[in-house]
């Protein structure tokens, strides 16, 4: 008769190398779903801030928001327009949502987004003033789009944004960041 003792350790062994094998796989094919999850939420991201809404929102932003009372009265006299701009303030504050989550890269997103944003962030302290007006319970809007504007202001060597000469005059904080 044979021994075959080494059968039941071979096999075994083959079950716990597969079994690893396929855990590594597993481990190494989710590693990369999510990096492409990433980059397909980024795309999705890009195309809707290039959409004309939102851009439009910003033009007006950087071209007619410069004072509170400037904003002030397109709020009374053109609400459309400042309602682009606020629909164009609120998706930079979901994208530095996203960027904070880490669901979209930093990096990438900078260096696609940053110098607008930056821009934006640098020309939005005006429109700040007068559609958040006093801070609520301690908190102020777009958390994400102030901070992430800070960030990107920070690192192109911008200024933080010069104060409107009336924003002292509303309570809300005076360097616009949180």
């Given at each position: 008769m044979t021994d075959a003792g080494w059968?039941?350790?071979?096999?075994?062994?083959?079950?716990?190398?597969?079994?690893?094998a396929a855990l590594a796989f597993t481990g190494l094919s989710y590693k990369d779903r999510r990096g492409q999850d990433?980059?397909?939420?980024?795309?999705?991201?890009?195309?809707?801030?290039?959409?004309?809404?939102?851009?439009?929102?910003?033009r007006l932003l950087f071209t007619r928001a410069q004072t509170v009372e400037s904003v002030q009265?397109?709020?009374d006299e053109e609400?459309?327009?400042?309602?682009?701009?606020?629909?164009a303030v609120a998706m930079l504050d979901v994208a530095g949502l996203y960027v904070a989550r880490k669901y979209v890269?930093?990096?990438?997103?900078?260096?696609?987004?940053?110098?607008?944003?930056?821009?934006?962030w640098l020309s939005a302290d005006a429109f700040l003033t007068v559609r958040l007006g006093e801070p609520r319970d301690g908190r102020e809007g777009w958390?994400?789009?102030?901070?992430?504007?800070?960030?990107?202001?920070?690192?192109?060597?911008?200024?933080?944004?010069?104060?409107?000469?009336?924003?002292?005059s509303t309570g809300a904080d005076i360097d616009g960041t949180a």
């Open positions: 059968l039941p350790q071979v096999s075994a062994s083959a079950s716990l190398l597969i079994s690893i990433r980059r397909d939420l980024f795309l999705k991201l890009h195309e809707r801030l290039v959409e004309a809404d939102l851009q439009r929102g910003r009265r397109m709020r609400p459309d327009n400042f309602d682009l701009i606020n629909r890269d930093k990096q990438d997103f900078l260096a696609e987004w940053g110098g607008v944003y930056t821009q934006a958390p994400h789009f102030r901070a992430l504007g800070a960030e990107a202001a920070a690192a192109l060597g911008r200024p933080d944004p010069t104060p409107t000469p009336d924003r002292a």
